[in-house]
C-alpha cells in the first residue's frame, strides 16, 4: 500500500501537536477504535470507529463492518453500517456504502455506491439553539432532506 496516495490530498495540519495516525491494510480489528484527532485506516474491522473531534479517511482497501461516528470522515473503501458525522462526510467514486448517512454537509462523487438514507441537517447546532430559547418555535422538526450527487471538478 502507498500511504502517499492516501495523504497527498490531505493539508498539512495547522497545528504541529496533533498526530496523523495510519492502520495499513494488514490490520485486522474486532472492537472499537478512538481517535483524538486524525486517522487513516486502511484495514478490517468488525466494530466501531469513533472520535469526538476527529478526522477519519478510510483508504481504498478498508473494509468497515459496523458504525462510523466522528467529527468528518473521507470513505474510499468499504463501509457496511452507519456513518454519523458532525460536519462533512465525503464518498470517493471507489467507495461503497451500504447504510445510513448523517451530517452537516455531504459529497458524493460519480461512481460512489451508496445504498440507505441519508440526513443533511447543516443548521443543528442553530436548531438546538433556537429550541432551547423559551418559546422559540422550532421549523425544523424531524425534516430530513433530501440529497443530490452531483460530481465535482
Same mark, same amino acid.
Given at each position: 500500500?502507498?500511504?502517499?496516495?492516501?495523504?497527498?490530498?490531505?493539508?498539512?495540519?495547522?497545528?504541529?501537536?496533533?498526530?496523523?495516525?495510519?492502520?495499513?491494510?494488514?490490520?485486522?480489528?474486532?472492537?472499537?477504535?478512538?481517535?483524538?484527532?486524525?486517522?487513516?485506516?486502511?484495514?478490517?474491522?468488525?466494530?466501531?470507529?469513533?472520535?469526538?473531534?476527529?478526522?477519519?479517511?478510510?483508504?481504498?482497501?478498508?473494509?468497515?463492518?459496523?458504525?462510523?461516528?466522528?467529527?468528518?470522515?473521507?470513505? @474510499?473503501?468499504?463501509? =457496511?453500517?452507519?456513518?454519523?458525522?458532525? $460536519? !462533512?462526510? /465525503?464518498?470517493?467514486?471507489?467507495? #461503497?456504502? &451500504?447504510?445510513?448517512?448523517?451530517?452537516?454537509?455531504?459529497?458524493?462523487?460519480?461512481?460512489?455506491?451508496?445504498?440507505?438514507?441519508?440526513?443533511?441537517?447543516?443548521?443543528?447546532? @442553530?436548531?438546538?439553539? =433556537?429550541?432551547?430559547?423559551?418559546?422559540? $418555535? !422550532?421549523? /425544523?422538526?424531524?425534516?430530513?432532506? #433530501?440529497? &443530490?450527487?452531483?460530481?465535482?471538478?
Amino acid at each position: 500500500m502507498n500511504l502517499n496516495n492516501l495523504t497527498a490530498s490531505m493539508p498539512d495540519s495547522p497545528n504541529p501537536s496533533s498526530s496523523k495516525n495510519i492502520l495499513s491494510s494488514d490490520v485486522n480489528v474486532k472492537g472499537t477504535i478512538r481517535f483524538e484527532s486524525e486517522l487513516i485506516f486502511d484495514g478490517k474491522i468488525e466494530g466501531e470507529i469513533v472520535s469526538d473531534a476527529g478526522a477519519l479517511t478510510l483508504g481504498k482497501n478498508a473494509n468497515v463492518n459496523g458504525e462510523v461516528r466522528t467529527k468528518s470522515v473521507v470513505v @474510499h473503501g468499504s463501509v =457496511t453500517g452507519n456513518i454519523t458525522v458532525t $460536519e !462533512r462526510a /465525503e464518498l470517493k467514486a471507489s467507495s #461503497q456504502l &451500504t447504510g445510513d448517512l448523517a451530517a452537516q454537509r455531504i459529497t458524493i462523487e460519480e461512481g460512489a455506491t451508496f445504498i440507505g438514507k441519508s440526513e443533511v441537517t447543516p443548521n443543528r447546532a @442553530h436548531t438546538r439553539a =433556537t429550541a432551547s430559547s423559551p418559546g422559540a $418555535e !422550532r421549523h /425544523e422538526s424531524g425534516r430530513k432532506a #433530501q440529497t &443530490t450527487a452531483t460530481p465535482e471538478s
